[in-house]
């Protein structure tokens, strides 16, 4: 197995089979054998029995259930630590990061690095739908703290389509302890510490409506969190 797709997904059932449509043209057109798991994180919608239905023309495809929803980072968790691939790429259910974007990534393990990341911030990505303003503002103070406290020189941590070395992700994810949002520079942190060689690249980006996110509630945890990472570093 070449590389393995893990999308978490909460309450996705009016983006999921687009989605999924979207990652298996393109992977059919690819010459890498792969898989794509979804976990379900106690969605309360028909998100699993859409991806059931998908299932029955996709052998590639499978489906991981949580009873309860757990959280983005613990889902995103689940579905690693099953993958069976070479390669692991973790995406949002939105595609918000276009699945056509991960030859970039690609090509910088093939040059060495251990895990690539996709970036709204770097030079050279492009934003085609931004966020409100109200979100943009917030995501560049809290990438901007991330930067001070935790991870110097990678200007965005949060985007989600990020690629790892199977034995990296294997290695970074059964440390890792925030079930929320915070696992993005949770993760990128142990790695860093671990000394794994990490490449943020720009990519293409499209604001897609309906995120999970909560500015203000998910900000407040998130900023506590960042000091709780710092202060318990990695075990």
């Given amino acids: 197995m070449d590389i393995s797709i893990v999308i978490p997904a909460y309450n996705e059932a009016e983006r999921v089979e687009k989605s999924l449509d979207a990652i298996f043209d393109f992977m059919k057109s690819w ?46 968790r689940t579905g690693i630590l099953a993958a069976r691939g070479e390669y692991i790429l973790f995406s949002d259910a939105d595609l918000s990061t276009p699945i056509e974007e991960l030859p970039k990534l690609f090509s910088w393990l093939n040059k060495g690095y251990d895990i690539a990341i996709a970036s709204r911030a770097c030079p050279g990505a492009v934003l085609e ?3 409100p303003f109200y979100r943009e503002f917030m995501g560049r103070l809290f990438n901007l703290l991330v930067r001070l406290f935790l ?4 200007r965005d941590t949060q ?4 690629l790892f070395r199977r034995e990296v992700a294997w290695d970074v994810f059964k440390r890792q302890r925030f079930r929320g949002f915070s696992f993005d520079f949770e993760v990128l942190y142990i790695a860093k510490r671990l000394g794994y060689k990490i490449k943020e690249v720009p990519v293409i980006w499209r604001h897609s409506p309906g995120s999970k996110v ?15 990472t710092r202060m318990r570093g990695i075990k």
């Fill in 31 to 76: 010459d890498f054998s792969f898989e794509v798991i979804v976990v379900d994180d106690g969605s309360k919608d028909a998100t699993s029995q859409i991806v059931q239905e998908k299932m029955g023309n996709h052998k590639e495809l499978k489906l991981i259930t949580l009873p309860l929803n757990r959280g983005k980072g613990f889902a995103v």
């Fill in 129 to 131: 739908i931004h966020q």
């Fill in 151 to 154: 991870l110097p020189g990678i």
């Fill in 159 to 162: 985007c989600g389509f990020k």
């Fill in 214 to 228: 909560k500015v203000l509630r998910n900000g407040i945890t998130s900023f506590l969190d960042i000091f709780k």
